[in-house]
């Protein structure tokens, strides 16, 4: 399942800056204490409430963020991040938008456009293909986000909530393809709302709050200790 490390956190902090008035600005720490490693080969599920650091996380696993603090070891530089809308531009159309996310995951032109009509169907997007972006739906837009990211083949895929996204019938499509790519011994890190996608589909899970990594490990007891907290500190998820 699992094997060497390929990418470790060592209390990892990230800060934005927050205007609070004309010529001032105030630091946040999107995440000032994460520590884990990645094992080649696994699932690792993050979980936390909102704001609590996840989506920073997954955009500093890929190298879009430098840590402002601590340490990030790699073994890999590929990489891909299939966030909700990532990188779409909304005047292309879908078509459009797909070659060019598809060269940035580091396919060639002709190879998006050979697996182009595939690619269509998988999102059910046979009547909008060419029609521009900003007439999508979000669904519409995940579909096709999802399906793009999934034709490129790097070291780490890294997924932003898209598994939750969409109809009950694209999310089982979209979880199948999951698990066949788990299945072929492909990294990945999944972020997501759902319990049951984490207990479906990870090795182990990184409980993140507030910046800070709370716990590491077995997927059902960190998913209990994370719903405990939820109900004793009346937190929402």
Request: hydrophobic share 40%; charged share 25%; proline share 3%.
């Amino acid at each position: 399942m699992s094997g060497d490390t390929i990418i470790e956190l060592k209390n990892v902090g990230v800060r934005y800056r927050r205007k609070a008035g004309f010529m001032r600005n105030n630091a946040f720490w999107a995440l000032h204490d994460v520590s884990f490693d990645l094992r080649h080969g696994e699932t690792l599920g993050v979980i936390g409430r909102n704001g609590a650091g996840k989506s920073t996380l997954l955009r500093l696993l890929a190298g879009i963020l430098a840590p402002d603090n601590g340490e990030v070891l790699r073994k890999t530089e590929r990489v891909s991040l299939l966030a909700l809308q990532a990188g779409f531009i909304p005047a292309l159309s879908g078509r459009q938008n797909a070659i060019l996310s598809g060269i940035l995951l580091g396919l060639s032109k002709a190879e998006v456009e050979a697996r182009m009509d595939e690619m269509v169907r998988f999102a059910e997007l046979e009547q909008f293909i060419d029609e521009p972006v900003r007439t999508y739906s979000s669904g519409m837009r995940a579909r096709l986000g999802f399906t793009v990211a999934f034709q490129a083949d790097p070291d780490v895929l890294l997924i932003d909530e898209i598994l939750g996204t969409g109809d009950a019938s694209f999310r089982e499509k979209s979880s199948k393809a999951m698990r066949d790519k788990i299945a072929s011994d492909k990294t990945v890190v999944i972020v997501t709302h759902y319990p049951e996608t984490i207990l479906d589909l990870c090795d182990r899970i990184v409980w993140v709050n507030q910046g800070v990594t709370v716990e590491v490990g077995e997927p059902r007891t960190v998913v209990e200790h994370y719903q405990q907290s939820l109900k004793q500190g009346g937190m929402r998820a």
